[in-house]
């Protein structure tokens, strides 16, 4: 998410030179906030069915331990845009500041968000780092046995609560670079704007200096580097066994088919884990890139980076939302387990229905029944 300081809604546009990008943002800022509602509904209820169906027995695995916490992570960057994108964009014109919009509560509110958003945003982003290493030390040793597939897991888990932990605490910086000032809109009016970070002038403060070197650095192009490292190992290790694949395949005339559809189950599963990890590429790394020019070049903040604010948010929003379409598409053991979780859930439905209208009919024939005694005598 584009939460590196606030977007358009809050900074004061018409104190902005007017700058060609201001037009796309302007543009784009009316349509962002319906937009990403929209996003935001089917993102949280695909993620929800990642979760569901990851967290069956059959599927228990380090790889879906990290998959179903990414899902988890989402869910929340995605639940806390909704208020954020229907006060700022929907409820209010997204280009305007208001002692009604930019109250203390929303703004405190604001202020929360951007936190809690871009520590969910950075879990997310390093889940996907450990996504990688563990797919790629999985094709190397295959997990043989209930014991060492129970020891991956439990290794999952450490990771996965470390990466939450090593979040919070290097977002603390982050957390106190933020800081809200009133603004007297009239004598009995006043509303708040966050204070003016002043990047590329050279006059930033050493919190805000020390929070986004940590958050573009450590929290963006690290990671990515490190997806890239990995990923590029996976696309080798791919290489090479479809290379063995083919040797055997010369020297003994034919696989069996029990080893040609463990290698394809296993090369299908590690380009759908690429292309997840991939989509964080292309979210994250843009996104680094432009904070640390943020930091360098005068201006760069108010002419691209915030006129881009909203478009980093709805690509990011995407990449949160489209995990379940991959994972249905390139998954046969995850299509097989939501179909059967489905049907079972329609089946009871369907139990369920007809034990209700058993239950209803059987005091009506008690009182026909009845009724016919009475008619007799």
């Known amino acids: ?98 002692a009604e919009k930019n109250s203390w509560a929303w703004m405190n509110f604001l202020l929360v968000y951007l936190n809690f958003s871009a520590t969910a945003h950075t879990i997310s982003i390093w889940l996907g780092v450990a996504l990688a290493i563990f797919r790629h030390n999985h094709v190397h040793s295959p997990a043989k046995g209930n014991l060492t597939r129970i020891r991956r897991l439990i290794r999952a888990r450490i990771t996965v609560f470390l990466i939450f932990i090593s979040s919070v605490i290097i977002m603390i910086p982050y957390y106190l670079s933020h800081k809200l000032i009133e603004l007297k809109f009239s004598p009995t009016q006043s509303g708040y704007i966050f204070q003016d970070w002043k990047l590329g002038t050279g006059k930033e403060k050493p919190i805000i200096l020390i929070s986004l070197i940590l958050y573009s650095c450590f929290l963006k192009l690290l990671p990515c580097v490190l997806i890239i490292i990995y990923g590029g190992l996976l696309l080798i290790t791919i290489n090479n066994t479809r290379l063995k694949s083919k040797r055997r395949l010369c020297q003994h005339g034919s696989l069996t088919s029990n080893s040609s559809q463990r290698i394809t189950d296993m090369s299908r599963t590690t380009i759908m884990l690429l292309i997840v990890i991939v989509l964080f590429l292309f979210t994250e790394l843009p996104q680094g890139a432009l904070i640390l020019c943020c930091l360098f070049l005068k201006d760069f903040f108010e002419k691209i980076y915030i006129p881009l604010g909203d478009a980093m948010d709805i690509i990011a929003l995407i990449n949160s939302s489209v995990n379940f379409v991959l994972y249905c598409t390139m998954s046969q053991e995850f299509r097989r387990t939501f179909i059967r979780l489905v049907c079972a859930f329609f089946r009871v439905k369907q139990q369920q229905q007809r034990t209700s209208l058993h239950t209803h009919a059987l005091p009506q024939r008690r009182d026909d029944h009845r009724h016919t005694i009475e008619t007799d005598v």
């Open 1 to 98: 998410m584009n939460t590196t300081a606030p977007t358009t809604t809050v900074a004061v546009l018409s104190q902005r030179s007017i700058h060609p990008l201001d037009s796309f943002s302007t543009w784009y800022s009316h349509i962002h906030g319906y937009v990403s509602l929209i996003i935001c509904a089917f993102g949280i209820s695909l993620n929800v069915f990642n979760i569901v169906v990851l967290t069956r027995k059959k599927l228990q695995t380090p790889i879906n331990f990290i998959l179903t916490s990414l899902a988890a992570s989402d869910i929340a960057t995605m639940i806390s845009y909704v208020p954020f994108a229907f006060h700022f964009y929907c409820h209010y014109s997204a280009n305007s500041i208001s």
